[in-house]
């Protein structure tokens, strides 16, 4: 699923608003993708979306260790930022101007910081960060989640579980992102012959849908440790019904991995009592959105989880899991981790340049290592610092592992 190799892609013409905003760090006259611009350099053309909150804050961090990670691989990027979310709607009015779904579409790979805020709550519906952000996966048709929970050694006590429950659990969940109901139709508010107001939405999986996420979950589970879990409601509902039918036929293609099937309440549960008995779990839109949160707790804290959307050929959508947090926005206080290591997924998942994701996610660990923490993560014993302090950490880290392999 890497970025397909394309050049002389047309540079993207904004309107005078949206240039304003829009930073170009390595002004290029042609966007040209995976082309060798200068001897023995790839060149990769990254859209960074930083939203809203605390996203500018993670971005601008990740964007750092990227580059450098990157430049130690012979990886030359050129960042082009754009709005999305509410600071899309502050400045043009909509929470996805088009100009910004073309330069992600045109570009090899998109890191999305946080989208949302107090500010934009009570906007209508289609004026809403959050429906710029199903935009977005919408029009990129990254209709493949991969929501990573590792509890790393040095988090352990950073979890509400017991350190017995915690220790060791490394799972995978495969979320379908553009499916079911968060775009099923019919939807909407109305009236009924009762003049009474209803609400309602649409569960809907067509047969092609669930098969291709499902081919990502059993490729996924086949390079983890073998095991998938599909996780339904197919005792009550009929989109789950076709979901476990088509899941367990696919089965037969992938005799290697063992498949089991949960009921989401149970898995609910059970990723708390037991969290150790999944690997790779496939779901749903809804329940993964559920799901994932659920198991970031596991890991001590949702600032330490990256995601990486994928599509069947075009561009990659990196992003943490965490939202915007405009509680603690502007405030350095936020973890810049989950961003850090989207751009690693970025790396791996997007550009099939696993080298340079290690350095980041070895980088990672080596902050985590010399007791580092933000405040989201902190116990007794370990360093208290802001984001932009972890965010240098990580680089000096990034460093310190080349002077170490040299
Ligand atoms: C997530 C978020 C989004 C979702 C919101 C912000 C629309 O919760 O990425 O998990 O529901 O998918
Ligand atoms: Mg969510």
């Not at 804290?301 to 990486?308: F, R, T, V, Y």
């Amino acid at each position: 699923m890497a970025a397909a190799l394309q050049t002389n892609i047309r540079p993207v013409k904004f309107p005078a608003k949206l240039r304003a905003l829009t930073k170009q760090s390595s002004p290029a006259p042609f966007r040209v993708r995976c082309a060798a611009a200068s001897p023995g350099k790839k060149r990769y053309n990254i859209t960074l979306l930083p939203g809203d909150g605390i996203g500018p804050e993670v971005i601008s961090i990740a964007k750092n260790v990227l580059q450098q990670a990157g430049s130690l691989e012979g990886l030359e990027f050129s960042f082009q930022e754009m709005p999305v979310g509410g600071a899309a709607l502050d400045l043009v009015g909509v929470p996805l101007p088009e100009e910004t779904v073309s330069a992600a579409k045109e570009s090899d790979a998109v890191l999305l910081g946080a989208i949302g805020g107090y500010k934009w709550d009570k906007n209508e519906k289609h004026l809403k960060p959050e429906t710029g952000l199903l935009q977005l996966r919408a029009g990129l048709k990254v209709f493949a989640n991969l929501r990573p929970a590792t509890v790393l050694p040095q988090l352990v006590d950073a979890s509400t579980l017991k350190r017995e429950v915690a220790e060791g659990v490394d799972l995978m969940v495969v979320r379908e992102l553009t499916g079911g109901i968060y775009f099923g139709v019919p939807r909407g508010i109305k009236t009924n012959e009762n003049g009474e107001e209803v609400g309602y939405n649409t569960e809907v999986y067509a047969a092609h849908e669930i098969d291709r996420i499902a081919r990502v979950a059993f490729e996924t589970a086949r390079k983890r440790r073998g095991k998938l879990c599909s996780v339904d409601k197919a005792n009550v509902l009929d989109a789950s019904i076709l979901w476990r039918r088509r899941v367990t036929a696919l089965a037969a293609e992938y005799p290697d991995v063992e498949l089991s099937h949960m009921y989401v309440d149970n898995a609910a549960m059970q990723l708390v009592r037991d969290p150790k008995q999944f690997d790779t779990i496939v779901t749903n839109n809804i329940f993964g959105d559920i799901l994932s949160d659920e198991a970031s707790m596991i890991t001590g804290s949702i600032g330490m989880l990256p995601s990486a959307s994928l599509s069947d050929s075009g561009p990659g959508l990196f992003e943490p899991i965490h939202g915007s947090a405009p509680d603690i926005a502007g405030q350095d206080k936020a973890n810049p981790l989950a961003t850090i290591l989207s751009a690693a997924m970025l790396l791996k998942y997007g550009l099939g340049e696993e080298k340079a994701a290690k350095r980041i996610e070895d980088a990672v660990l080596g902050a985590l290592n010399k007791g580092f923490r933000t405040g989201d993560i902190y116990s007794a014993g370990t360093k208290l610092v802001g984001c932009k302090e972890m965010g240098e950490e990580v680089l000096k880290s990034v460093d310190s592992h080349v002077q170490a392999s040299v």
